[in-house]
């Protein structure tokens, strides 16, 4: 009962102050005060902007949902610190600590920066079952993710080279 009128409260007060986007997703009890799932920004370019701003290769892999042939991408051979973004919009994915060498000739990474940056879609295409990974901000093919991977997450996620940019650290 006490917990419903401190919420009728807050709303009155929020209301009566034009306040209309919660700043905050929270429980009535003090130790679970959360913050909301934000979006992460976007970037939208059409088609033809896309095409001026990635080499051809890299506008079938992000845009055309393509595959870059194993063992060719240099990333899949980096081992320097740093971290890895998304080549169309720049924003950063993956750490240079989650990578490890799954033998697949991609980049593999057992965890994304935020789970919130990557996208994860049901991918039925070539006859078979598989999770599409997406980044967030500009929804560019990024590769897949399967549940084979290292501790701590179990997870490989699989990730074309020409998707990403390095920046060292």
């Known amino acids: 009962m006490k917990q419903q009128s401190i919420s009728n409260t807050i709303s009155r007060l929020l209301m009566g102050s034009l306040v209309l986007i919660p700043l905050f997703s929270f429980h009535l009890r003090p130790e679970r005060l959360t913050l909301p799932d934000t979006a992460p920004r976007r970037v939208e370019k059409t088609e033809a902007e896309w095409k001026k701003l990635l ?46 060498e799954s033998g697949t000739g991609w980049p593999s990474f057992y965890a994304p920066i935020s789970r919130q940056i990557v996208k994860e879609l049901k991918d039925t295409t070539y006859g078979m079952v598989r999770t599409e990974v997406q980044c967030a901000v500009c929804d560019a093919h990024l590769g897949h993710v399967f549940e084979d991977g290292p501790a701590p997450t179990g997870l490989r996620y699989c990730i074309n080279g020409v998707a990403l940019e390095f920046i060292k650290k």
Do not use: I, M
């Open 55 to 100: 080499t051809p290769q890299q506008f079938y892999v992000t845009r055309q949902h393509g595959t870059e042939r194993a063992f060719t991408s240099p990333l899949a051979d980096n081992h320097e610190a740093g971290t890895f973004h998304c080549v169309c919009c720049h924003e950063p994915l993956f750490r240079s600590t989650t990578k490890f």
